[in-house]
């Protein structure tokens, strides 16, 4: 018999599937849909009307035993033009008999009356089929005035019209909210980095004559606002050189707003002056070398008249818009796309990958409809730029979507994130006004493509696990198919001796804290414009896919990590017991920071315990406690990932890399052995003690190939 801890971690774990799908098969180009299952649908175009009787309200209802749609309505058209597409399931179709009738209002004007055997099969590449009058008759097989023009056929999900057709399913759902739930590709907008180096400004007046200013500038940039350290000019020019870091989006919506301004007094700031850049106007620099600076004159700030001065206000600038760098938006451990944000700059696809959504099993219910429980689910896959989002089955906890899609692949070492999720707006007429409901997670799944092997067929149940306040709970499975091809085996393998970031990341680093914050700024500019488009992928589902919070302390997160680092480490403990320390310890002031300890800092060490401290001090130690600690917890992870890339070098986890590794390993071996070992101990010493000019700020080839390495960071919630 099973114990309880057993069956859990079974039910946690990965199960291999056979669905039946053309991808498994040899002949694997039979159908452009071979990694899901083939779903037949009868599909009804309604296109339009002509010769109606009189002026009346008229709509087109499609009807095939107890499923109907109907089309919108018209008023006093006798030429009505639809042009709609309805679906209906084979699987659920229990008449013989097609019904697509016009009415006026609730009375029936005419129809067309079509049996289900004479209608054609189409697959595509086919082209479309055509459409064609029919006259209308009445339920007496009369012929009525009027005649209405339709394409009826029998075909598969991967009709070109299958995304935007109005599904059997969705019956209940009104035609205000059938956008909410078809399926959609969307593309991430294209981020860039701007550089502000305030330079220096000159001539900047106080309001108050017999003092100096004590001058920064603030740059704003839409809800973005920086600003310069203050400085200690005793004169009206003032220099800074400091570099400011924004991130914007394409198309560009707001300006660059710099003021320079004066600390007059604690909490109050005096602008001396003002000046506004269109981005549009900014020069695209695609690599290191500094573009040309540029002055600007300061405008008065305030609306009253200002007489001419002689000499204005003018602040020197360097504004450019960095191309060179990848701008994150996810985590860069398994981010999915690592190219800077200049085209020019890409290098040709290496690979392809395709994946089959095929279906969901034993989902968790949301919500309660009509007094019993039930999910709407959809999926949402990102790899790259690309978003997808397949079509929302309606109340069903074993949905079905068998939809396929396809990515092109740029770097072998990215992750594809799949998640899944409620949708929570299908009783709204008015999209997310609603009731203020949002789009619950299900759970999600990663799948790092150098760990699979190129043009095999994974087919796997991936278990969906939320984690809650109330522990780790399963939400279902998620069945996919997935398959990555690979264009050229040369070219994939090189990529692995190139550094995981583009050379402006190397050359040019950011700082950590910088990062973090143009990463949050990132995902706020991508939510913020995916939610506007028709159908918005919501900002709780942009934030869920791109980990807005994976950044953030927590305990479990950093015993994750340092357990990590344990078992990578627990060999090397063995062999660290056999030595000794050298000399004695002693106390060490530096090692132990005691003479750069700040006075908030000792007064925290010396509080009694429990605390006496007010609330507002020790609700700022426990913010400044919890973000030293997702530092720390950062630092583990990143020396647990260290470890686990080491353990994978042999671990056959990434085939290409332990095949080139092993490789290396065979020459280097064979090298040795005919070469004399103080010839390489020569050479190596001439290439580490090499002339500075002959070396790169990139990094290694080694080292490139290293970091490339797998780790299990992406196994993390």
Not at 433 to 458: C, P
């Amino acid at each position: 018999m099973q114990k309880p801890q057993q069956t859990q971690l079974s039910d946690f774990a990965l199960k291999e599937t056979s669905p039946n799908i053309g991808g498994i098969k040899k002949d694997k180009f039979s159908c452009t849909y071979d990694l899901v299952e083939q779903m037949q649908y009868l599909y009804v175009h309604v296109v339009k009307a002509k010769d109606l009787p009189g002026n009346i309200d008229s709509y087109v209802e499609v009807r095939l035993g107890n499923y109907k749609g109907h089309t919108k309505h018209f008023e006093n058209k006798s030429n009505p033009e639809w042009n709609q597409v309805f679906a209906f399931s084979k699987d659920r179709i229990q008449a013989s008999l097609l019904e697509v009738v016009i009415k006026d209002k609730d009375e029936l004007v005419g129809g067309v009356f079509i049996d289900l055997n004479d209608i054609p099969k189409r697959v595509p590449p086919d082209s479309p089929l055509a459409s064609q009058w029919y006259r209308m008759e009445d339920r007496n097989a009369e012929k009525s005035n009027g005649e209405l023009m339709l394409a009826v056929w029998i075909g598969t999900q991967a009709d070109d019209t299958f995304s935007d057709a109005c599904h059997s399913d969705a019956a209940m759902i009104g035609p205000e909210g059938v956008a909410n739930i078809r399926s959609k590709v969307y593309l991430s907008p294209k981020l860039w980095y701007v550089r502000v180096n305030v330079i220096e400004a000159q001539d900047l007046l106080p309001s108050d004559k017999i003092r100096y200013p004590e001058a920064f500038v603030k740059v704003n940039l839409g809800s973005q606002s920086l600003k310069t350290r203050i400085s200690q000019s005793k004169t009206l020019n003032h220099m800074w050189n400091e570099d400011l870091m924004f991130v914007v989006a394409e198309p560009f919506e707001d300006s660059l707003v710099l003021t320079a301004e004066d600390k007059v007094g604690p909490n109050k700031d005096e602008i001396l002056g003002k000046c506004v850049i269109p981005l549009h106007l900014v020069q695209k620099r695609l690599d290191h070398k500094p573009v040309n600076t540029k002055w600007f004159n300061l405008e008065k700030h305030g609306g009253e008249q200002k007489k001419e001065v002689k000499f204005p206000s003018r602040i020197h600038l360097r504004v450019c818009l960095d191309g060179g760098y990848h701008v994150l938006d996810e985590p860069a451990h398994y981010s999915s796309d690592l190219r800077p944000t200049e085209k020019r700059l890409w290098k040709p696809s290496i690979g392809i990958l395709e994946v089959g959504i095929i279906s969901a099993i034993g989902l968790m219910p949301m919500k309660t409809r009509d007094g019993h429980g039930t999910t709407d689910a959809y999926c949402v896959a990102k790899y790259g730029q690309k978003w997808i989002r397949t079509r929302t089955i309606v109340d069903s906890l074993a949905p079905k979507w068998n939809e396929q899609y396809t990515w092109e692949v740029f770097d072998p070492c990215t992750v594809i994130t799949i998640a899944v999720f409620d949708n929570g707006h299908m009783q709204s007429s008015e999209g997310d006004k609603f009731d203020g409901s949002k789009d619950s997670r299900i759970g999600k799944v990663r799948i790092r493509l150098s760990t699979l092997a190129t043009d095999r067929v994974y087919t796997h149940s991936y278990p969906l696990l939320v984690l809650q306040d109330s522990g780790l709970k399963k939400m279902g499975e998620v069945q996919l198919a997935v398959r990555f091809t690979s264009l050229s085996l040369i070219s994939m393998l090189s990529i692995y001796s190139q550094p995981m970031l583009p050379n402006m990341h190397h050359i040019y680093p950011l700082p950590s804290m910088v990062k973090d914050g143009l990463r949050h700024h990132a995902t706020q500019i991508v939510s913020m414009r995916l939610s506007r488009t028709e159908p918005p992928l919501r900002k709780e589902v942009v934030e869920y896919m791109l980990d807005v919070d994976s950044h953030m302390w927590s305990v479990r997160r950093s015993k994750a990590n340092f357990l990590r680092i344990m078992k990578v480490l627990s060999g090397l403990v063995v062999i660290g017991k056999w030595f000794r320390p050298r000399h004695p310890p002693h106390m060490d002031n530096r090692l132990s920071h005691a003479d750069v300890a700040q006075p908030d800092e000792l007064d925290e060490e010396f509080d009694t315990f429990p605390t006496s401290k007010s609330s507002d001090i020790v609700k700022m130690r426990y913010d400044r406690l919890r973000f030293v600690a997702g530092r720390a917890q950062t630092v583990l992870g990143d020396l647990a990932s260290q470890g686990e890339r080491l353990q994978n070098l042999l671990s056959w986890r990434d085939p290409r890399a332990t095949t080139l590794f092993v490789t290396f390993c065979l020459i280097a071996a064979i090298v040795l052995f005919v070469t004399s070992f103080q010839i390489v101990i020569l050479l190596t010493g001439f290439y580490v003690l090499r002339h500075p000019k002959f070396r790169n700020k990139l990094p290694s080839v080694p080292l490139n190939f290293f970091r490339r390495l797998p780790a299990r960071v992406d196994s993390i919630f």
